[in-house]
Structures are given as structure tokens and as C-alpha cells.
């Protein structure tokens, strides 16, 4: 299951990193990470426990931030379709859809933050109905494209001959 980025400091931290793979109309970042926890629910954990008048105090929760780092436990997808490209709404939903499904068909996509992000807009003189079957094909052959070559391993330079 792929779960859904919602928290702009997600959005922040990934985006932030080099763009995994690009395609015409679409970017693709990846971080391989944990969504950052909720804060609200962190503080309240803290302060709920350093509260009762019950026992001795508990020792309060490290922050996440200290913890060794390690090995990302799920998956999760962020989608960015900015209204300047796709100023329709019934386009940006859409091509939100194409990349739901798009990651939804791939069960074995790394672990880590996922965003897909539209930079450029499809041509509304190929595509003049917001939610053309011609826009959603091409959408989803483009997207499948750019998942292929996200995936694939990354060529490492070879280590020159020593002379």
C-alpha cells in the first residue's frame, strides 16, 4: 500500500533533493525516508506522560532527529499539479488519478517519499477536452515511461585503468 503525503515539510524535504528522473511534462523526486512525524501528536505524547500523578515519571521520547538513521518502512507519494499548468480542475484531477495508478500498478516500488511533479502543461491544441481518453493515455504512457527509467539502476562511473 502507498501512502499519501499531506505535511508541506515532506514536500519541502524532498523536493529539495535532485529530481530522480524527468520526463516532457513530468519530474519525479525521490527521498528514501520516513515522513517526518506528526508534531502536534509528538508534543502531546511528551507532555501526557510528564503529567500524571501516578508512578514514577517516565523517561520522555527522543527526538526523531537523534535516533540512528534507518531504512525507510513504507511508501509514500506526494503530487504536485500546480494550477498554472493544468488550469482546468477537472484536468489537475485528472492527471492526479493517471499517477496514483501509475504507482499502484508497480507493487514493488522502493521504500521512501515519492513526487510527482507537473512542470509543463499538455498542448490544449492536441488535448481541448479537459478529460480526454486521448490526455489520460498519454498521461499514463508518459508516467509509465518515467517510472521505467526511475528504476532503473544508476550507471556508476568506471574506475579508469591505472597506468
Given at each position: 500500500?502507498?501512502?499519501k503525503?499531506?505535511?508541506?515539510?515532506?514536500?519541502?524535504?524532498?523536493?529539495?533533493?535532485?529530481?530522480?528522473?524527468r520526463?516532457?511534462?513530468?519530474?519525479?523526486?525521490?527521498?528514501?525516508?520516513?515522513?517526518?512525524?506528526?508534531?502536534?501528536?509528538?508534543?502531546?505524547?511528551?507532555?501526557?506522560?510528564?503529567?500524571?500523578?501516578?508512578?514514577?515519571?517516565?523517561a520522555a521520547?527522543?527526538?526523531?532527529?537523534?535516533?540512528?538513521?534507518?531504512a525507510?518502512?513504507?511508501?509514500?507519494?506526494?503530487?504536485?499539479?500546480?494550477?498554472?499548468?493544468?488550469?482546468?480542475?477537472?484536468?489537475?484531477?485528472?492527471?492526479?488519478?493517471?499517477i496514483?495508478?501509475?504507482?499502484?500498478?508497480?507493487?514493488?516500488?522502493?521504500?521512501?517519499?515519492?513526487?510527482?511533479?507537473?512542470?509543463?502543461?499538455?498542448?490544449?491544441?492536441?488535448?481541448?477536452?479537459?478529460?480526454?481518453?486521448?490526455?489520460?493515455?498519454?498521461?499514463?504512457?508518459?508516467?509509465?515511461?518515467?517510472?521505467?527509467?526511475?528504476?532503473?539502476?544508476?550507471?556508476?562511473?568506471?574506475?579508469?585503468?591505472?597506468?
Open positions: 500500500m502507498i501512502g503525503l499531506q505535511r508541506p515539510v515532506d514536500f519541502e524535504r524532498v523536493l529539495g533533493s535532485q529530481s530522480r528522473a520526463s516532457a511534462h513530468f519530474a519525479l523526486h525521490h527521498l528514501a525516508a520516513d515522513p517526518a512525524p506528526d508534531a502536534w501528536h509528538a508534543a502531546k505524547l511528551r507532555t501526557s506522560s510528564a503529567e500524571l500523578s501516578t508512578g514514577a515519571a517516565q521520547h527522543n527526538a526523531v532527529d537523534r535516533d540512528s538513521p534507518r525507510p518502512s513504507g511508501c509514500w507519494l506526494g503530487i504536485v499539479v500546480p494550477k498554472r499548468h493544468a488550469r482546468r480542475s477537472v484536468t489537475r484531477q485528472l492527471l492526479k488519478r493517471q496514483r495508478a501509475a504507482f499502484a500498478e508497480r507493487p514493488g516500488m522502493p521504500p521512501g517519499l515519492w513526487v510527482v511533479r507537473l512542470r509543463s502543461p499538455f498542448d490544449r491544441q492536441k488535448f481541448p477536452s479537459a478529460a480526454s481518453d486521448a490526455l489520460r493515455q498519454a498521461a499514463r504512457a508518459e508516467l509509465a515511461q518515467l517510472l521505467d527509467r526511475a528504476l532503473k539502476p544508476r550507471h556508476e562511473p568506471r574506475p579508469e585503468a591505472v597506468a
